[in-house]
Every structure is written in C-alpha cells, then in structure tokens.
C-alpha cells in the first residue's frame, strides 16, 4: 500500500503538529548521519522546537561549532549562494510553477493549430479565425514544412551513402577477387614445378608400368581374336552342315500299310499263319468254353 501524500499545511491540532513533529526529528537526524557517512561530508543540524527546553543538536555541540566555524570563513557570495528562507523558498517554487505553466500553453496552442491546418486540408474553412491565430498557424505550416524538408535532406542522405556503401563492398570484392586469382595462379605454377620435379623422380617407375599394361592390353586382344576366330569357324560348319542337307536327293515313299503288291502276292494268296480261310482255329490247344480271361 503507497503511503498518502501529505498536504504541505500548518498543522492546527496540537498533539497531532508534536507527533509530527517528534517523528519527523528523528528522521531529519537519521538522514544527516547517512549523509555524512555515504558522502563523507562534514554536516550539523540544530533544532529548536517549544517542546523542549533545550535544542537538538547533531552530531555534538563540538561538531557543531568546528562545522559552524568552517562555514563563517567561506565568502558571504559563497555563503548565501544557495541559503533561502521560507519567503524565498516559495519564490522559488511560484517561479517553476509560471515556467511550466507557460510552456503548457505553448504545447497547447500548437496542436490546436496544427488541428485547424489538417481540418483546412480536408476543405474546412478558416472564416472566424482572428489575426493572432492566423499568425499562430503560418508558424504551424513553416514548422512542419521545414521538418518535411529535414526528412526529405536525410532520406536522400541514407539513400547515398547506402549506395556509396554498395559501390564499396563491390570494389572490396573485385579486389578480393582478383587477390585469390592472383594466388590460385601463383599455387597453380606452384604446382606445376612441383610435379615437373616429382615427375623426373618418378618417369622411370611411370615408363615400366606403361609397358606392362601396353604388353597385357596385346595378350588380351590376341585372346580375343583367337576366339573370335574360332566361333567363326564353328559358324562356317554348321552353314556347311545345312547346305548338304539340302542339296541331298529326295528319298523314296514308304510303302502304305494296306498294300501289299511290294511283297509279291496278292490278298487272296496270303495265308494266316494262325487260321484257315474260314478262320478255324488252328491254335495247338483249343481255346476253353468259357473264353480266355485276361487278367
């Protein structure tokens, strides 16, 4: 809970003006020996009151005088620089209060005539207005022309020096660009000498391995060409083969199993071996009554 504001007034009641009065003494001192012990400065207070007989004094009435006698041997400018009383002290505070009170109007009268200028824009008219605000409103307009003018003056600024700064980084790069060329270059020569010197090291092993591979490359193809050689040989006698067999004569009909003049008899000559013309048996044993049974 915020503790209430108090009113800066005399207090009427008595024994509520003591209370106050003993409470805020023993604050008053309290803050005095802060001050002097966090700031490490030389501070007394004394205090007369109609509630005692005899003043407060703070630190000790020593401290008091060595810290007065200090203070009398300052300049009297030095002295009442900044010394007030109660009359001057309100002064003080009246004066503050016309100062803020003033600019206040100022504020005021300025956006009440920046309202008339933007309803002017939308087509209001400006009949009724006095001399004062017609000079109060001019001052408006050029206020806000010269800020639209000082928007526009930095705007281009930013704009230039944001390409100047986009011209810059492209020359940075072109120039980094052409540093790593020159160095790619420089370790592509680099190179170059160091396998022109590895490669009088190394000709004589890189020769030899030439001619074992040119040597197997020629085994393989006579290998090939042997074989090729043979599947074309294979190929020739079997196209031989099927030219014969075509070229060979055509072979006589076999005799039709119901003919029988190739064998020099007719029909009606041939006998059975196993029947007469009337196909008796003629079976060594007769058959049984029953017929045979074959299983």
Known sequence: MTRKKVKLAYITNDSARKATYKKRKKGLMKKVSELTTLCDIDACAIIYSPYDSRPEIWPSPLGVQRVLAQFKTMPEMEQSKKMVNQESFLRQRINKAQEQLKKQKKDNREKEMARVMFQSLTGKSLQGLTLSDLTDLGWVIDQHLKELHLRMK???????????????????????????????????????????????????????????RQAFDHMHNM?????????????KQQNHWFMDMMNAPPQPPLPHPDS????????????????DHNHSTMWPNPPPAGGFNFP
């Open 223 to 235: 290998e090939a060409m042997q074989l090729q050689m043979m599947h074309m040989a294979a190929q």
């Open 154 to 212: 930095n705007i281009k600024e930013e704009v230039v020096k944001s390409q100047n700064q986009v011209k810059g980084a492209q020359g940075v790069s072109s120039a980094v660009a052409d540093h790593r060329m020159v160095a790619m270059k420089s370790n592509i020569e680099d190179s170059g000498s160091n396998v022109a010197m590895k490669s009088g090291e190394e000709g004589s092993s890189m020769q030899h391995a030439a001619l074992d």
């Open 260 to 275: 029988h003049e190739h064998m020099g008899f007719t029909s009606e000559d041939m006998m059975l071996p196993f029947a």
